[in-house]
């Protein structure tokens, strides 16, 4: 699987490719020297799909799961009196959705929306709403 993107919020504007598979990680790979930046860990078995929005990336899995990735370029720690303001650019899974009884096939972000598609190995498509992990329709 492959998907190319341009970073809109890196002002170097970098272009990568997001590639995943049997693995079950997916890899952030840059676009100019093909040098793997990145390997988001999280699945168990093969990744099937990959779908992404703005800093948002889904990947859905024959692990019968979907993750929800970030892109973060910075963190805030808090300590007594203090706030620290570290420059991190690197990503981050923020959700695991148990998405499924099958394995995951395909994903399709709706933007106007919000919400994500998903399509399993039987056919049947689910919506869903990803902040709250609720499935809107089936």
Partial sequence: LF?????????DNKRQIIAAGNSGVVYLINFENYEKRSALRGHTDSVNCLALEENLLFSGSDDKSI???VKLKYMIISRPLTLVLLEIDQEYMIARIDASKVPIRDLLMIKETGHLVACGKDGKIKVWDYTSQVVIRV
């Fill in 3 to 11: 998907r190319q993107t341009t970073d809109r919020a890196d002002k």
């Fill in 67 to 69: 993750i929800v990735w």
